[in-house]
């Protein structure tokens, strides 16, 4: 997900399709170029993947990170990149493509469900709001773009089913706009609190481990009820785990959990 900041977010960045915008694509094995899209791809994980993911492969996130993800550090970012890991193969296939196609297609991440249309979030730096922005960008090789079949952004989504995907990715995308700017105090994010943060956002079976094996729980407060969906509800540790790279790195206080006072 793109992230852009504007001083006046009522103005749409280069490319970005008006609200209102139609566009015609169709992707099936009819069409001469399927799958081709699934080929040597930097394409990025957001943390709600890494949980459908995990899941539908029925492994630990620890497993899932070690298997399948290359964590990368770019330029004047100051939280890593998380990249799913292409098949060791000639033309470096999606570790998850089949003869027959996507074979963990009812759970594949968010940049496959969205594809050719790609999400991005405008900051307002005056307001402090953000909003959705899209953008309309098949390959040159795809012959999907030259389909018929005529799609709003809102129905493709509906289509695809990345509504939630759309929801979580823009929660994680507010937590990682904070990292714009260095909290690292020259550790860098492989220091001990840069650690803690990823493994908060990606690592969730770890992050279990830490809030119920460790104080967490007495230096923090949390509903009683939410500590118990914790306990086997992913979605909900992430948001938990969200909160607490907000606090914990940042001091943004959270409903979702306090310090108790010393």
């Known amino acids: 997900m793109k992230c852009i900041e504007l001083d006046?977010?009522?103005?749409?960045?280069?490319?970005?399709?008006?609200?209102?915008?139609?566009?015609?694509?169709d992707c099936n094995p009819g069409v001469s170029c399927f799958n081709r899209c699934c080929?040597?791809?930097?394409?990025?994980?957001?943390?709600?993947?890494?949980?459908?993911?995990?899941?539908?492969?029925?492994?630990?996130?620890?497993i899932f990170l070690e298997r399948h993800v290359d964590v990368v550090l770019r330029d004047s970012c100051y939280f890593p990149e998380v990249l799913l890991s292409m098949a060791e193969l000639p033309d470096k296939?999606?570790?998850?493509?089949?003869p027959s196609g996507c074979s963990v297609y009812e759970d594949r991440p968010e940049a496959c469900r969205m594809f050719p249309v790609?999400?991005?979030?405008?900051?307002?730096?005056?307001?402090?709001?953000?909003?959705?922005?899209?953008?309309?960008?098949?390959?040159?090789f795809c012959q999907g773009a030259r389909e018929q079949r005529q799609w709003s952004v809102d129905a493709w989504i509906q289509d695809q089913g990345a509504a939630v995907y759309n929801r979580k990715t823009q929660r994680?995308?507010?937590?990682?706009?904070?990292?714009q700017s260095d909290p690292?105090?020259?550790?860098?994010?492989?220091?001990?609190?840069?650690?803690m943060a990823?493994?908060?956002?990606?690592?969730?079976?770890?992050?279990?481990?830490f809030v119920f094996g460790s104080s967490f729980l007495k230096r923090y407060k949390m509903a009683s009820a939410l500590r118990e969906k914790i306990r086997k509800d992913d979605v909900e540790l992430l948001?938990?785990?969200?909160?607490?790279?907000?606090?914990?790195?940042?001091?943004?206080?959270?409903?979702?959990?306090?310090?108790?006072?010393?």
């Open 118 to 140: 790609e999400q991005g979030v405008i900051y307002d730096a005056a307001s402090g709001r953000s909003r959705k922005i899209h953008f309309f960008k098949p390959p040159e």
């Open 8 to 25: 006046d977010s009522r103005k749409l960045p280069e490319g970005a399709m008006p609200d209102d915008a139609v566009f015609a694509f």
């Open 239 to 262: 948001k938990v785990g969200l909160a607490w790279i907000e606090l914990f790195i940042w001091g943004k206080p959270s409903p979702l959990l306090r310090p108790f006072k010393k």
């Open 93 to 98: 296939p999606c570790p998850f493509l089949s």
């Open 198 to 209: 990823f493994m908060a956002a990606y690592n969730l079976d770890q992050f279990r481990d």
């Open 172 to 179: 994680w995308s507010e937590v990682k706009y904070l990292f």
């Open 184 to 195: 690292w105090a020259g550790e860098g994010p492989n220091g001990q609190r840069g650690k």
């Open 39 to 62: 080929h040597n791809l930097n394409l990025f994980l957001y943390p709600y993947d890494v949980i459908r993911l995990k899941h539908r492969l029925g492994i630990s996130s620890d």
